[in-house]
């Protein structure tokens, strides 16, 4: 996606003027017009500036190649040579989409629920299209439950290379990761604040009265003692 014409989706999702946006990110509105018009691009480092301004960053995407199969036996299907992910709550959306494997005439699948999300995966991979797996199939998900879809045999040793590629053996040193690395960045969010809650104040400390203590006493202390009158006035 050209980045001029990036710059004018963010802009507009974000509901801001070329004036609004110019006085957030330091650009002139007639340099944002151009770069929306293709009159003029934006280098790679002012891009990421405007994109900062209005809480956007560039990211990376990998892309997804796509294989369809024709085994003898069964329908048709599509293969990817690598997993993905999707967001929540994406990926815990209720679907609408019928079954067309066992035919229970069930048309709302609600993600969250983890045999329904196998309904879902099952449905998907053997019947459904990329453009389909792709938007609703998180690939952390899928390798989750991946031992309990009902596949075909042709099916699971077509998405195997995939599952393999992403359960790969990595061992990660987490401490080094923050000391040497950009310990803020997941792939797809960034820490941008932190904000700290403040301790609460410690209680008052009760002062402890000495017999020499010239001050009245408070009313809850002021008691009469056994074996002495109280004649109202305190005095004992």
């Known amino acids: 996606m050209d980045r001029s014409f990036l710059l004018g989706i963010a802009r507009r999702a974000r509901g801001l003027t070329q004036v609004e946006l110019a006085a957030i990110s330091g650009t002139s509105q007639a340099t944002l ?31 997804i190649d796509w294989v369809e199969h024709h085994p003898p036996g069964i329908v048709k299907f599509w293969a990817p040579n690598m997993l993905w992910a999707v967001e929540p709550p994406t990926c815990f959306a209720t679907l609408n989409i019928p079954d067309e494997i066992r035919n229970t005439g069930m048309r709302s699948w609600t993600m969250r629920d983890r045999g329904e999300r196998r ?25 989750d439950l991946w031992d309990e879809l009902d596949l075909p045999d042709p099916v699971r040793d077509a998405w195997a290379p995939a599952i393999r590629l992403a359960t790969a053996p990595l061992e990660l040193d987490g401490l080094r990761s923050i000391i040497f690395e950009d310990g803020f960045v997941a792939p797809r969010a960034r820490i941008r604040d932190y904000q700290f809650i403040p301790n609460p104040p410690p209680p008052p400390r009760r002062q402890r009265r000495t017999r020499f203590d010239p001050r009245p006493l408070p009313p809850q202390d002021q008691i009469p003692r056994p074996g002495l009158p109280d004649d109202g006035t305190g005095a004992r």
Not at 35 to 42: A, D, F, I, L, N
Not at 55 to 62: C, I, M, S
């Open 119 to 143: 309904g879902v995966y099952e449905q998907l991979i053997r019947r459904g299209l990329p453009q389909q797996m792709i938007r609703w199939i998180d690939g952390g998900l899928l390798v």
């Open 33 to 63: 017009s151009q770069y929306e018009r293709g009159v003029k691009s934006p280098s790679l480092k002012v891009a990421s500036r405007i994109l900062a301004a209005m809480d956007y960053e560039f990211t990376l995407r990998g892309h």
